[in-house]
């Protein structure tokens, strides 16, 4: 059947390019239909309840999307005439940044003092080229003595302010973020042009989702080319066919170009997991184009023509790499299970992308082969004989090595609960990346990026004026002042006794919450009347002001920290104000709860793959008792990654809940093809289990080094990525390889030997 399939190729090989071409231009031009999405939401579900309680909150409150600014004078002093004129001057550029709805800094905080009876509500700084040495010092002391603004636009030493931008993007177009990022760099610019005594720098959510594309951006034109010249030059010099180099380029770039137009046509947005996927592709569609060429230049040597070399390549391996094909495919496939969509789409489009390559490399690729000139001198090559002294040394020791194996897995194995789920969102980017650098220094030097907010309920409309609702608001806040993550926490019982104090004539012993609700109400009112637009208290306060909003910016701390925090304030909760129970929300949140749902929901993705793996393994070898070993060397391979990766690092985030689930169609390959020859020498030839272990290196293990090394190669150059997901994933799908490798070549046949005995 195969045979004839093959002949069929070979004397239709023109038809069959010319129809590959259309059908590869086709699908391509799905391409120009792709789109990246640049917001971090994309990493959570529709029902993820972090994402459903997040939204929630930014539908009852002003939103707090937004661009951070921190000047930082070179003299170490922002309160001086020429600094605050930069304050002032970024200030009002900034309400110039498309889709800003608030800006707040140290120059437009609204100071309040008492002015006889009445309330005086102004601007902290205004003209500041005219104030006087002690004006400066009048107003530096304010804001260092104002909860509402240190760690959060000035920092505690006065060496660094900020000025913090709030934007609400109608989300209607995805260029809205460059439009806004765009414009922030140009007030930097001319911020830092006018003013070179200063040194400016940026952060915030705005920034974080702009940096999501153009770390993508810079993977795709330096990863991609970089692994296409390691798949190419590792290929020919595997070959030595310049023939079959072609061939293999044509199959890589074709399907993936294909994936990638087919993605396009399925509407599938691109994000920086799934801009990973080309690398994955070409990396895994070498694999099938490097075991049909070694087979078939294998035989060439051996003295057949070009064309019954091709009809007996076809023959021996059409199974196996419609079976490695078939495992990767359902590997990949099950990522669905991935709570976190940008894993999804990245396992999809690789799925298509396997599958295309495996047409390809079982009708195009014989195709080009039959066209192009291939010489090959009849010759025996070093590295079969190297195989062939390599399994009589595998057969020789095989007691020795099965146990030793053995001991090497069980060692492992011990270590994989020393990992723990950890991730720092922010690290997502490297230092190399102009956001993270620049929010580790504002971070250090003024407030922090992660936060979390609070709505509290006080169950009744203008509720939040009631002075028992507004000591617990208040003791919660202090509470979380005590924590050592808190870094700043903006709470609207700051403003009430402030209030409070300016209406009983800036007496400092009143700078306390008002006892009378009444009272509240009336100090609310007046000051709300009093504020200019845009800096209304809508971002603390909701509509009917039976709710206020705290939000409690933390240090660059760990989801694993993020987590005993929320837990510790669920704690305070249900001990002092279990009626005011709530949870907290903000893209910290979320990211902190993120691996730890990912995995539960992979482990599942996992069980779904074996079943179906070890089904069609079982079912394609015929064999239930060869079905099933078969899935012990494609399970041990992820076991030791995680066991070393528990030894030597101890961490597992986002990126590595689905190494698993993913490398385990990868690593079936090299089983599949060495249990496929193993069973042909059985069953073709009669041979017993130790002259199958023979035939079986003989014939596919240089395919499986060369394959297994250019998968580790293509991986690895994901290492070199920006972001962390995929350099992370990169890097451990390609120790998982490797140990795929040695357990394929050490354990794998020493288990067949010893389960099988001498048996023909």
């Not at 920006?722 to 992370?728: D, H, I, R």
Request: hydrophobic residues 50%.
């Amino acid at each position: 059947m195969v045979e004839q399939y093959a002949r069929w190729v070979i004397r239709l090989r023109w038809l069959i390019v010319f129809l590959t071409l259309g059908v590869v231009g086709l699908l391509a031009s799905g391409g120009q239909l792709l789109s990246f999405s640049n917001d971090y939401r994309v990493f959570f579900s529709e029902d993820n309840p972090q994402l459903t309680a997040f939204e929630n909150l930014q539908d009852t409150y002003t939103k707090n999307d937004n661009i951070l600014f921190m000047l930082m004078p070179k003299e170490g002093e922002v309160f001086t005439p020429d600094v605050l004129e930069a304050v002032v001057e970024l200030t009002e550029d900034s309400w110039q940044i498309p889709y800003s709805i608030r800006v707040d800094s140290i120059s437009n905080y609204q100071h309040t003092y008492a002015s006889g009876d009445d309330l005086s509500v102004v601007d902290l700084i205004e003209e500041p080229r005219t104030l006087t040495t002690d004006q400066l010092q009048s107003i530096k002391n304010i804001a260092l003595n104002e909860p509402l603004l240190v760690n959060r636009v000035i920092s505690p030493s006065a060496h660094a302010t900020g000025v913090n931008v709030v934007v609400e993007l109608p989300g209607n177009d995805p260029n809205e973020v460059f439009e806004v990022s765009a414009a922030a760099r140009e007030i930097k610019t001319r911020i830092e042009a006018e003013f070179p005594q200063i040194d400016l720098y940026m952060t915030g959510v705005v920034l974080m989702n702009n940096a999501f594309p153009e770390a993508s951006q810079e993977d795709m034109q330096t990863l991609v080319p970089l692994s296409y010249l390691v798949i190419i030059i590792g290929a020919f010099l595997f070959l030595r066919s310049i023939a079959g180099t072609i061939g293999t380029v044509c199959v890589i770039v074709f399907s993936t170009v294909m994936a990638m137009g087919s993605a396009g046509w399925l509407g599938i947005q691109l994000t920086p997991p799934a801009m990973s996927a080309p690398t994955m592709i070409l990396t895994l569609a070498v694999a099938d184009s490097i075991h049909f060429l070694v087979t078939m230049l294998h035989e060439m040597r051996k003295g057949s023509s070009k064309n019954d070399a091709i009809v007996e390549s076809l023959r021996i391996n059409f199974q196996p790499i419609f079976l490695t094909s078939a495992t990767t495919t359902v590997g990949f496939l099950s990522m669905n299970f991935s709570d976190a969509p940008p894993f999804r789409d990245l396992g999809n489009i690789t799925a298509m992308g396997v599958m295309y390559a495996f047409f390809l490399s079982v009708m195009l690729l014989p195709a080009i082969m039959a066209i192009l000139p291939v010489k090959v001198k009849p010759s025996k090559a070093l590295s079969s004989r190297l195989m062939e002294q390599f399994s009589e040394f595998v057969i020789r020791r095989r007691q020795s090595i099965f146990w030793g194996m053995a001991g090497i897995i069980l060692l492992s194995v011990a270590f994989i609960p020393k990992n723990e789920l950890n991730d720092i969102f922010v690290n997502y980017f490297d230092e190399t990346i102009e956001f993270r650098a620049h929010t580790d220094l504002v971070a250090d030097n003024l407030t922090g990026i992660y936060f979390i907010d609070y709505s509290l309920e006080s169950g009744e409309s203008g509720g939040i004026s009631n002075p028992d609702f507004l000591k617990k608001v208040d003791q919660f806040a202090d509470w979380y002042r005590q924590q050592p993550e808190t870094k700043h926490v903006n709470t609207i019982t700051d403003t009430f006794k402030r209030l409070n104090k300016n209406m009983h004539g800036d007496d400092p012993a009143y700078y306390v919450l008002p006892e009378e609700r009444d009272l509240a109400a009336q100090y609310l009112l007046l000051y709300e009347m009093s504020l200019p637009y845009g800096l209304d208290l809508n971002n603390q306060i909701n509509v009917d002001k039976s709710a206020v909003r705290i939000s409690i910016t933390l240090d660059t701390i760990s989801t694993k920290n993020i987590l005993d925090l929320e837990s510790r304030a669920e704690a305070w909760f249900k001990e002092n104000a279990p009626e005011m129970l709530t949870t907290g929300a903000s893209p910290s949140v979320m990211f902190a709860h993120i691996g730890e749902r990912n995995i539960r929901s992979m482990l599942g993705g996992t069980v779904v793959a074996l079943i179906l793996i070890s089904m069609i393994l079982i079912v394609a070898l015929r064999s239930v008792k060869l079905g099933l070993i078969s899935l012990v060397p494609n399970l041990i391979p992820a076991a030791i990654a995680f066991g070393v990766w528990g030894l030597f690092v101890g961490e597992v985030g986002l990126a590595l809940s689905v190494v698993v689930t993913m490398t385990l169609g990868i690593v079936v390959d090299d089983t599949v093809h060495f249990i496929s020859k193993y069973l042909r020498a059985q069953r073709e030839n009669n041979l017993s289990s130790e002259d199958a272990v023979r035939y079986a290196f003989a014939n596919v293990g240089v395919a499986l080094w060369v394959t297994s090394l250019l998968l580790i190669a293509g991986f690895l150059v994901l290492t070199l990525s920006a972001f962390e997901l995929n350099s992370g994933m990169g890097l451990m799908t390609a120790v998982t390889i490797g140990v795929a490798l040695a357990v394929d070549f050490l354990f794998l046949p020493t288990l067949l030997m010893k389960l099988e005995g001498k048996k023909a």
